[in-house]
């Protein structure tokens, strides 16, 4: 079945880093677009960036431009969100996400950006 399993998340300070990762299984990881998506208390689920099959099409939020990145790596079934720039704001539960048929969904992993 599809799995995807989200780690590095954490407590950072502002103006700190963190990259997060997803690994997936159970499907053709390189033959679907990968996104990562977060969800702040009280608020809905948005959708942070996306990665094309490839790696070749990145989309990104414009609240994340030029302090994100997204990247995969299809030899080890995984992708990355690399998160520079840390702001207060960027507090969320971040998941990954693949959509084929169904929308799939990993645990979340816990982002907090405090002093």
């Known amino acids: 079945q599809v799995q995807l399993v989200e780690s590095g998340g954490g407590l950072v300070q502002p103006g700190g880093s963190l990259r997060l990762s997803c690994a997936a299984s159970g499907f053709t990881f390189s033959s679907y677009a990968m996104r990562w998506y977060r969800q702040a208390p009280g608020k809905e689920r948005e959708l942070v960036a996306t990665?094309?099959?490839?790696?070749?099409?990145?989309n990104y939020a414009d609240s994340v431009k030029g302090r994100f990145t997204i990247s995969r790596d299809n030899d080890k079934n995984t992708v990355y969100l690399q998160m520079n720039s840390l702001k207060p704001e960027d507090t969320a539960v971040y998941y990954c996400?693949?959509?084929?048929?169904?929308?799939?969904w990993g645990q979340g992993t816990q982002v907090t950006v405090s002093s």
């Open positions: 990665i094309s099959r490839a790696g070749s099409i990145r």
């Open positions: 996400n693949t959509r084929f048929t169904y929308d799939y």
